[in-house]
């Protein structure tokens, strides 16, 4: 198993990053590995969303489902339910610190046989791949709080 995580502190509220991520069609936006995003009709009384993703992976091109559910601190977690991979899982986890939110990413991958003598490499891939992710989260959860907190004086 390959594990990676990162944490970063945003200077915004948790309900702001919390809104952010709620929609799951913003992940193409933010997540460098994935291109596109097609994500499933919410269901009523169902506390899981399905959507299918497709992009890069260590320059090679995959394509997937994913399971999404949310979790009580406001984040998400995402089990690969088809794709090239056995087990694939994203985790997104908020908590309220002084001076903003401390947002937690972790992704879990087991290789196939093929990739596992590139573990290494990989791994430093993905740290650079989740850096750049969190950067993105960071900037698009602080320009949303920016803007709610605008439209609360303009209101």
């Known amino acids: 198993m390959l594990n990676v995580s990162r944490r970063i502190l945003v ?3 948790r309900d702001s990053v919390q809104k952010y991520l709620s929609d799951l069609s913003e992940i193409a936006k933010y997540e460098p590995k ?3 995003i097609e994500v499933s009709p ?3 009384g169902q506390a899981a969303q ?3 993703l497709a992009g890069r992976f260590f320059g090679l091109p995959w394509h997937g489902v994913f399971r999404f559910e949310r979790t009580s601190d406001g984040g998400y977690r995402g089990s690969m339910v088809s794709g090239p991979l056995r087990r694939a899982e994203i985790r997104m986890a908020l908590r309220p610190v002084i001076g903003g939110t401390s947002l937690e990413h972790q992704e879990t991958y087991e290789l196939p046989l093929y990739l596992r003598p590139l573990s290494a490499l990989i ?3 993905l740290d650079k791949t989740l850096e750049s992710e ?3 989260v960071k900037e698009g959860a602080e320009g949303l709080n920016r803007r709610l907190q605008l439209q ?3 209101a």
Do not use: F, G, K, N
């Open 11 to 13: 200077s915004a509220p």
């Open 34 to 36: 994935v291109h596109s």
């Open 42 to 44: 919410a269901v009523e």
């Open 50 to 52: 399905d959507a299918a």
């Open 123 to 125: 791994r430093r891939w």
């Open 134 to 136: 969190l950067d993105s």
């Open 152 to 154: 609360r004086l303009d």
